[in-house]
């Protein structure tokens, strides 16, 4: 079975429990939680099973989280003959993508992650930011909501139309999101992430983590991927530099998915956590087909 599209989703839809099934049925996903226990020098299945809401909250932990269920459900449906032709990952997932490509080693996109978890969590606990959905209004409404509010708070998720994620400081998210509902947002939805991603606050952040990923090797992709960055493929040159202003650059989703289907990719699977992608894709466009696989009975499915 071939799908066009291997889609990874970022953080945010981590929950307690995730990855349970896969780790119990799967020998090749089991190895990827063994390799990310390994490098993250804890146990990231019972992290994924055990943790609370909070506990996976926390960017340190839900990053490796995330990365590492989202591989081992890649895992379960290779294992089973599910190939794909391209790959992209939303914010995080991008690092997935990259490693689901060949770019990266397996054991590469764990330290990656990794580091970047922890460079971000430090970030945000170094200032009180946050992140909220809104939902129901033009872009460019939001973009001047964002404008008119005093301090940082930036358009960061461009998720679908209808939907964009602001951040930054929280004084400055609350404003700008009390002027979303005065312009007839239908809702504001604080998110479960515990800083103001995708923004300049996270530049001290974005600059060690350039400085980290300098030590590492990056191999060409064996099957393109498209970046959050621009919404175009990925030219793997200079990654380095590329994860610095990913960090603090805003995720393009729409674009990214709108240019995969006019390169000719009409179906796809989010594979790891949730089903939030598979919703995006459905507003962007409809011509679009995105299968979930989160369970090992899903990979199941996809397989036939």
């Known amino acids: 079975m071939r799908f066009a599209l291997a889609l990874f989703p970022g953080q945010g839809a981590q929950h307690p429990g995730m990855g349970a099934d896969l780790a119990e049925g799967s020998a090749a996903a089991r190895k990827i939680f063994d390799a990310a226990s390994e490098t993250a020098g804890f146990d990231v299945l019972a992290a994924c099973r055990d943790s609370s ?17 989202s591989l081992a459900a890649l895992a379960a449906l290779e294992e089973r003959g599910v190939a794909f032709e ?14 689901a490509s060949g770019v990266l080693t397996l054991a590469d996109g764990l330290k990656l992650v990794r580091r970047r978890g922890q460079l971000m969590q430090a970030a ?3 200032q009180d930011g946050c992140m909220a959905a809104v939902l129901g209004l033009p872009d460019a409404v ?4 964002c404008k008119t509010a005093n301090g940082i708070v930036l358009p960061v998720n461009y998720n679908c ?8 400081e929280r004084k ?8 979303c509902k005065a312009a007839g947002a239908r809702r504001v939805m604080p998110l479960a992430v515990s800083g103001a991603f995708h923004t300049p606050l996270m530049a001290t952040a974005a600059a060690q983590l350039r400085e980290y990923a300098e030590g590492f090797s990056f191999r060409a992709p064996k099957i393109p991927v498209y970046t ?7 030219a793997a040159d200079n990654l380095p530099a590329h994860f610095e202003r990913h960090m603090v650059s805003p995720v393009r989703w729409t674009t990214l998915l709108q240019t995969a289907v006019a390169d000719g990719f009409t179906s796809g699977c989010e594979i790891g956590p949730g089903k939030t992608l598979t919703g995006f894709a459905r507003k962007i466009d409809k ?9 090992l009975e899903q990979a199941e499915q996809a397989a036939k």
């Open 53 to 69: 809401p909070e506990e996976l909250s926390r960017t340190e932990l839900s990053q490796i989280t995330i990365f590492t269920h």
């Open 86 to 99: 391209a790959t992209a990952g939303f914010s995080l997932g991008e690092y997935t993508a990259l490693t």
């Open 124 to 126: 945000a606990d170094a």
């Open 142 to 145: 939001v973009e001047d909501a």
């Open 161 to 168: 139309p209808g939907q964009l994620v602001i951040a930054g």
């Open 172 to 179: 400055a998210v609350d404003a700008a999101a009390e002027a």
């Open 228 to 234: 959050n960055l621009t919404g175009a493929r990925l």
């Open 287 to 295: 011509a679009f087909s995105c299968t979930p696989v989160e369970t």
